[in-house]
């Protein structure tokens, strides 16, 4: 008789990696499997909704101040959004992560994720996706609709989430995942790149995300610097711009309003999702790179 054992294959195989991860600590393995394994209550207690965040979120402190970062070159110490952030990434950047067909490795792109830390990219078996249940809408009293948007890419994350929550994930080939963005450009929700460092310090999922559920817009919105922008900055053609105010209604970052029937960008708050442009009939909204907000993450370019 074949002897059971609490340790899934999928949790061996993420212990494996994590061991040939320079500086991968024990406290990042164990926060990054407590992070995969109960993202429901990780993520319902990050932004105040589950009934024990009350309870916990002194211990959390706790072990926060317990457990502090190791300064980094400069001196500066690490902060909770350097260990934990998404890249804005349009659309069509979004696409060429969930199709890409090969096996990839690239670090220390501070240029492309200006963080201290968690900003590699190493796609293995980049054709295992998994969608799951987003939490953060999970964690909402009256979430945004579908729940099933958040794009898990690669091995060892995909199988890990799909063993650990198999009522609440499945897999999709690259094609079903495009379909997901999408539909998710369409509802206007922005894609986010999300990087941790728990999670092996790369990246590993892409989520489709509205200001009104997703608990790292929220946090970036008050203060603490958790999105890195797409590179680009949203730009108006005056020329073309009638005034309907549709683009103001869909920004997710409220870098929109009119004046004198014109839309009119703030720039600062401007994270180049391209979701304006992609709302506007006339055309008169377009992306525009800015050097001084980083380089755009696009596979392609980056890999040729």
Excluded at 89 to 109: D, F, G, R, S
Excluded at 117 to 130: M, Y
Excluded at 192 to 210: E, P, Q, S, T, V
Aim: glycine content about 8%.
């Amino acid at each position: 008789m074949k002897r059971k054992t609490w340790l899934k294959p999928s949790t061996v195989a993420l212990a494996r990696e994590a061991r040939r991860t320079p500086g991968y600590s024990l406290l990042d393995w164990l926060h990054g499997y407590v992070y995969g394994r109960w993202p429901y209550l990780y993520i319902g207690i990050g932004v105040g909704e589950h009934p024990l965040a009350r309870l916990l979120g002194p211990l959390v402190g706790w072990l926060v101040r317990l457990f502090p970062s190791k300064p980094t070159q400069d001196g500066q110490g690490i902060t909770f959004a350097d260990t934990y952030h998404g890249k804005v990434v349009p659309l069509e950047a979004a696409k060429q992560l969930v199709t890409v067909k090969e096996e990839i490795h690239l670090t220390n792109l501070e240029q492309v994720i200006p963080y201290a830390r968690a900003r590699d990219i190493v796609l293995q078996d980049p054709d295992h996706i998994v969608v799951l249940d987003c939490p953060c809408r999970a964690s909402r009293p009256d979430p945004c609709q579908p729940l099933d948007v958040c794009l898990v890419i690669g091995e060892p994350f995909a199988s890990f989430i799909a063993e650990h929550h198999p009522h609440r994930s499945r897999w999709i080939t690259p094609g079903e995942a495009v379909d997901i963005l999408r539909a998710e450009d369409e509802r206007g929700h922005v894609h986010h790149a999300f990087f941790k460092d728990a999670m092996l310090g790369r990246f590993y999922a892409i989520c489709n995300c509205c200001a009104c559920c997703c608990g790292a817009m929220q946090a970036h919105q008050r203060g603490t610097p958790m999105l890195a922008s797409s590179g680009y900055v949203s730009s108006v053609d005056i020329e073309q711009c009638v005034g309907c105010g549709t683009c103001v209604d869909f920004c997710q970052f409220d870098a929109l309003s009119m004046k004198d029937g014109i839309a009119i960008v703030d720039a600062v708050a401007c994270m180049g999702c391209g979701v304006c442009t992609s709302k506007c009939t006339r055309g008169a909204l377009s992306l525009t790179h800015d050097p001084a907000r980083g380089d755009p993450l696009e596979i392609q370019d980056m890999i040729q």
